[in-house]
T-cell receptor, first 111, second 115 residues
Framework: GQQLNQSPQSMFIQEGEDVSMNCTSS?????WLWYKQDPGEGPVLLIA?????ELTSNGRLTAQFGITRKDSFLNISASIPSDVGIYFC???????????FGKGITLSVRP | DGGITQSPKYLFRKEGQNVTLSCEQN?????MYWYRQDPGQGLRLIYY???????QKGDIAEGYSVSREKKESFPLTVTSAQKNPTAFYLC??????????????FGPGTRLTVL
């Protein structure tokens, strides 16, 4: 089946820094979604992407749907302590297919 | 206020007992899902349902059962046959499975601990 790769498993940054994380696959995806999960809570949808090359922002977050359709990137600018959490990517390969999730990247922000 | 509710937030059970986790949504979504989350393993799909009275096994269905008698409700039973039931369980819903915009929305989760 399809796999989505997210690495590294953990990232540590200083408050105020920008951070970029990516999600890659050997398969082509038609939809990319980015979720954030706070400790002990359910994931919350941050950004949805539907078109190759699409660049979408949500506040300090920006995500892009890769041109090859095999990857997506999430950037967080000017990080703050509440950005701490696990960031998951998810993708859908086509109609009638289920979402595939990456294993997530745990982000820590040092004050 | 539309959303997905899961109850309870924390659940403790003795080994060998079946336990049922509740999931309710008022988003009028057709599709509902159950995932299991273990540390470092991401989300693994247990069961999903695309419509009332129908459901399919996901990647790790063994030891679990579900029902979908109402559109709003998709309870998950963790049976005594599940070898490692202690985990964080997440319920999600979407307008439909495999649609053009299959955005899944998650509940707050239930942490099950089997003693």
């Amino acid at each position: 089946g399809q796999q989505l790769n997210q690495s590294p498993q953990s990232m540590f940054i200083q408050e105020g820094e920008d951070v970029s994380m990516n999600c890659t696959s050997s398969s082509i995806f038609n939809t990319w979604l980015w979720y954030k999960q706070d400790p002990g809570e359910g994931p919350v949808l941050l950004i949805a992407l539907y078109k190759a090359g699409e660049l979408t922002s949500n506040g300090r977050l920006t995500a892009q749907f890769g041109i090859t359709r095999k990857d997506s990137f999430l950037n967080i600018s000017a990080s703050i302590p509440s950005d701490v959490g696990i960031y998951f990517c998810a993708g859908q390969t086509g109609a009638n297919s289920k979402l595939t999730f990456g294993k997530g990247i745990t982000l820590s922000v040092r004050p | 206020d539309g959303g997905i509710t899961q109850s309870p937030k924390y659940l403790f059970r003795k080994e060998g007992q079946n336990v049922t986790l509740s999931c309710e949504q008022n988003l009028n979504h057709d599709a509902m899902y159950w995932y299991r989350q273990d540390p470092g393993q991401g989300l693994r799909l247990i069961y999903y349902s695309q419509i009332v009275n129908d459901f399919q096994k996901g990647d790790i269905a063994e030891g679990y059962s579900v029902s979908r008698e109402k559109k709003e409700s998709f309870p998950l039973t963790v049976t005594s046959a599940q070898k490692n039931p202690t985990a964080f369980y997440l319920c999600a819903s979407s307008i439909e499975t495999g649609g053009i915009k299959d955005e899944q929305f998650f509940g707050p989760g239930t942490r099950l601990t089997v003693l």
